[in-house]
Nanobody, 114 residues
Framework: VQLQASGGGLVQAGGSLRLSCAAS????????MAWYRQAPGKQRELVAY???????DYAGSVKGRFTISRDIASNTMTLQMNSLKPEDTAVYYC?????????WGQGTLVTVSS
């Protein structure tokens, strides 16, 4: 199983970015998937989560601004990030949990300037 994250970049505060996580080896809907992020000097934290049954959950700091989704046709998970803030700056990682196995993408850097 491989997860390939993309879509990071530099954006001004208030702007938007769309992150993608392309999966190979497993269909994105078979497991629970999530986006995590890790800011410099901080621990990795859960940002958004989507269960195999499509239930979603978000960290309080991003609720109402970020949307997680999956597309079977492209076998991709996405994170739409709107109204970005400087505190959203971090490396974002996609994750899948399936049958007691955890899979991670390589991370994509999001930088939000004030």
């Amino acid at each position: 199983v491989q997860l390939q994250a993309s879509g990071g970049g530099l954006v001004q505060a208030g702007g938007s970015l769309r992150l993608s996580c392309a999966a190979s080896g497993l269909i994105v809907t078979v497991g629970n998937m999530a986006w995590y992020r890790q800011a410099p000097g901080k621990q990795r934290e859960l940002v958004a989560y989507i269960a195999s049954g499509d239930d979603t959950d978000y960290a309080g700091s991003v609720k109402g601004r970020f949307t997680i989704s999956r597309d079977i046709a492209s076998n991709t998970m996405t994170l739409q990030m709107n109204s970005l803030k400087p505190e959203d700056t971090a490396v974002y990682y996609c994750h899948m949990h399936y049958r007691r196995n955890d899979y991670w993408g390589q991370g994509t850097l999001v930088t939000v300037s004030s």
